[in-house]
């Protein structure tokens, strides 16, 4: 596997082909957790991985260097993903001196016994030298932690840049440019709606700052390294922190005994129905993980959320979703509720109270139906899709 960045900076991170569920994020392609050497007059690490991975990271480091020569570790997030071996690898390394942030040595010390680690709190008007090589900081608050930081390289303007711009994707590979850029895209999209999203103030200011630094290589924490398209995730970083919407249609629904999902069926063809240029999807929340309904809802335009009524509430796994999509924070969307109700539609109005106190805007009242669906009924349905389908539109075109 090719490591190198660049000649005496390498990859030595850990690939965890296996992980499924990261904190709940459907990590179906797995994960990794990137570490960093650079081999200089002074040798440094960047980030550590999940403590499980320690002793792969250590021994990694091994086969470039003795563990003795390693002068600094720098940790950019104090996310356990990252900074959980830091305990193992400190204690492994006798001449490593901890670079962070104070925030970070705070967060750390709420892990760790730090009493006994060798730690220099940097800013980012502090310049490391290596040799040849030099380190610098860039403080980037929230981004998605309090403490996250990047740290740059200068003369050979790599940028390490911890979750941001990562992906949670498991290869052989280490670069863009030995993988289909659309499946790193995707799953850079992923990430970013699930982690980041409620970031995204946070995330062009960031940007801002890193536009000031002439970029070669991004070095993300997760994923693959950016060292021929990192324009393109900067600027995919642009639109996706910016709220640019996409003319699309979402429809998340649960259903109890069909009705619902006729309903679902109905506003589906009809948002289909209104134009080619919408992209509609069907999503039922107990077949769609709510990582893809987040990594879809980032850039649509306009949803649809349907429910049956199950104990004078609607059907819980829509519940854990709404509960999920509200923490993310996505810019507002056109929104109808629907759904279908045996003796009490509860469970629709419980959806309408969602959507206004989420702050979207509605495109059509509510369609609560009784049993099953009378053909008045999903008549309505698809005028709803239609309705949400030039919302949709209407959205994209600002
Ligand atoms: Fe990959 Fe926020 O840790």
């Not at 021994?59 to 997030?77: F, G, M, P, R, W």
């Not at 104070?102 to 800013?123: H, M, P």
């Not at 103030?201 to 960031?206: E, F, I, L, P």
Request: hydrophobic letters at 40%.
């Amino acid at each position: 596997m090719m490591t190198q960045i660049v000649k005496n900076i390498d990859w030595v991170g850990y690939v965890d082909w296996n992980v499924r569920d990261f904190h709940s994020f459907d990590t179906f392609r797995g994960a990794t957790y990137n570490s960093y050497l650079i081999r200089d007059t002074k040798t440094a690490l960047i980030d550590a991985v999940k403590a499980p991975y320690a002793g792969r990271l250590l021994q990694s480091i091994t086969e470039k260097t003795a563990l003795d020569k390693v002068d600094y570790v720098v940790c950019n997030h104090a996310e356990p993903d990252h900074a959980g071996g830091l305990g193992e690898v400190l204690a492994a390394l006798p001449n490593a001196v901890l670079l962070c942030n104070k925030k970070c040595l705070e967060f750390l010390a709420g892990y760790f016994d730090t009493s006994r680690w060798k730690t220099q709190v940097i800013t980012p008007d502090d310049k490391i030298p290596l040799g040849q090589f030099s380190l610098q900081f860039v403080n980037t608050p929230m981004v998605h932690w309090p403490e996250s930081m990047f740290t740059y390289i200068p003369e050979e303007q790599i940028l390490f840049s911890m979750d941001a711009f990562g992906q949670h994707l498991a290869t052989s590979e280490r670069f863009d440019d030995q993988y289909d850029l659309s499946y790193i895209m995707q799953e850079a999209k992923t990430y970013y709606a699930n982690i980041v999203t409620p970031y995204s103030k946070q995330v062009q200011r960031t940007l801002e700052s890193a536009a000031a630094l002439p970029l070669k290589v991004i070095a993300p924490s997760h994923g693959l390294i950016w060292r021929k398209n990192p324009g393109s995730i900067v600027e995919a970083y642009k639109d996706w922190s910016g709220g640019k919407y996409l003319p699309k249609v979402l429809i998340v629904y649960d259903s109890m005994w069909n009705s619902t999902e006729i309903l679902a069926q109905a506003v589906l063809g009809g948002a289909v129905s209104e134009s080619e240029k919408i992209d509609v999807q069907l999503m039922h929340v107990r077949k769609t993980p709510a990582t893809r309904i987040a990594a879809e809802m980032l850039d649509a335009a306009a949803v649809a959320f349907g429910t049956a009524t199950l104990n004078m509430q609607m059907m819980p796994q829509l519940s854990g979703v709404l509960t999920y999509l509200r923490g993310l924070k996505f810019s507002p969307k056109s929104a109808f509720a629907f759904g279908s109700y045996g003796w009490a539609q509860s469970g629709v109005n419980l959806l309408e109270q969602w959507i206004e106190e989420t702050g979207w805007t509605k495109t059509a009242d509510s369609l609560a139906v009784q049993l099953r669906p009378k053909p008045q009924d999903i008549a309505r349905a698809k005028e709803a899709g239609k309705a949400l389908a030039r919302a949709a539109l209407e959205r994209t075109q600002h």
